[in-house]
């Protein structure tokens, strides 16, 4: 029997507790350490989820020999520099989206990655998602004929102070990287690279986006419209529209869900599937996966794929004004 992947989790938020419940139920995985800013976090966090060590500091983290895998569940601003910590002491990463604050950043640190011999991966966790990978499915099978409009919501209101990683610039805060990353992440892994593209977005007093539009358009005629935002609630939904049919994906579409495929004759199928746990899981899996068969890089959401995705919000960021001074494109 293949021994079990030790994973470290670097930082104590939202995500990081997501994460926790999900290794709980991810095949060929276990929880080992985790670090924190503050020691009293770690152990509190640690006595939580039963794991054996925590550390008050990220560097105690790293340093520690059992861990195999770190997950990097922090403020966009520190993804590169934890990452970096973390492959330096040899450790392989799953990092949070996105991966890195712009295109420059992220394909640093997959030079590094290979350089060292290290896993790295980003956590576009839909990418694993049943429903998400069906989609794709039935698109290149034609099911729905040939594609002519894509459009993807991701908006949740947010109540956060200024301070908060959702508006503060010093932390890369604004829906593009935020929320805004899902809805390019799927007209990418659906579509593909778009010719070209239009964006504009509200902006802070601090200069992030609180509200962003972008629109691809493809040689083909078909396009993707899509929108996010901080300060309004709709319905996060989206839907594929082809010659044939549609496939519409439910509320809080980017999480484990349903799929409606409709065809042209009117006949409407819901799609279900099963997910063991909360869906973080199945990233995990893949990681786990890849280590034991000694791949550096997964061949389901590659370092080209998050390369583009990256490229992408960075022209978008560049056409809205959105710029984070600490990071240079
Ligand atoms: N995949 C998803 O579904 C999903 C969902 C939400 C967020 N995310 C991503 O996960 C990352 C973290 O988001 P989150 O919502 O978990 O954030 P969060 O609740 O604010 O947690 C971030 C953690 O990072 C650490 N940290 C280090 N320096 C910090 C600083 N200057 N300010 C605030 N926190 C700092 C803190 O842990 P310690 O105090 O323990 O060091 C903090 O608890 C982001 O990259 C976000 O995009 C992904």
Redesign the pocket.
């Known amino acids: 029997m293949q021994k079990n992947i030790r994973w470290g989790i ?9 994460f926790a419940d999900a290794l709980a139920v991810a095949q060929g995985c276990e929880l080992y350490a985790v ?4 020691a009293k ?2 152990s509190d ?1 640690a006595a939580e989820y039963k794991i054996p060590k925590s550390y008050g500091s ?1 560097l105690e983290l790293v340093k520690n020999a059992e861990v195999d895998v770190i997950y ?8 590169f520099d934890n990452t970096v910590l973390a492959l330096n002491h040899g450790k392989h990463v799953l990092c ?3 991966i890195g604050v712009n295109k420059r950043e992220a394909a640093e640190m997959y030079r590094i990655a290979a350089e060292k011999g290290l896993f790295l991966m980003e ?3 839909s990418r694993f998602l049943p429903h998400i990978i069906k989609t794709k499915e039935l698109i290149d099978e034609g099911v729905i004929g040939d594609i002519t409009l894509l459009t993807a919501t991701f908006c949740v209101r947010s109540e956060h102070g200024p301070e ?2 959702h508006y ?1 610039i ?2 890369c805060g604004g829906t593009i ?2 929320i805004g ?1 899902y809805n390019i992440f799927l007209s990418l892994f659906l579509l593909g690279k778009p010719a070209g593209f239009t964006a504009s977005a509200t902006l802070s007093n601090q200069g992030i986006d609180t509200n962003c539009s972008y629109n691809f358009t493809y040689p083909d005629g078909k396009m993707a419209v899509m929108y996010s935002s901080f300060l309004a609630n709709p319905d996060v939904v989206a839907e594929v529209h082809g010659t044939k049919g549609s496939i519409s994906l439910e509320h809080m579409w ?2 484990p869900g349903r799929v409606r495929l409709k065809t042209k004759d009117g006949v409407e199928t819901v799609l279900s599937f099963d997910v063991r746990g909360n869906g ?1 899981e199945l990233e995990a899996e893949e990681v786990a996966e890849c280590l034991h068969a000694g791949r550096l890089t997964s061949r389901l959401w590659t370092p080209d794929d998050s390369l583009m995705l990256a490229g992408m919000m960075d022209e978008i960021r560049l056409t809205c004004g959105v710029v984070y001074p600490a990071h240079d494109f």
């Open positions: 670097l930082g104590t938020g939202w995500i990081a507790r997501k670090g924190s800013r503050n976090q770690a966090f990220y990097i569940a922090t403020p966009h601003n520190l993804h949070e989206k996105p956590a576009m966790w908060h990683r503060n010093d932390l990287l935020d990353i980017f999480c973080y």
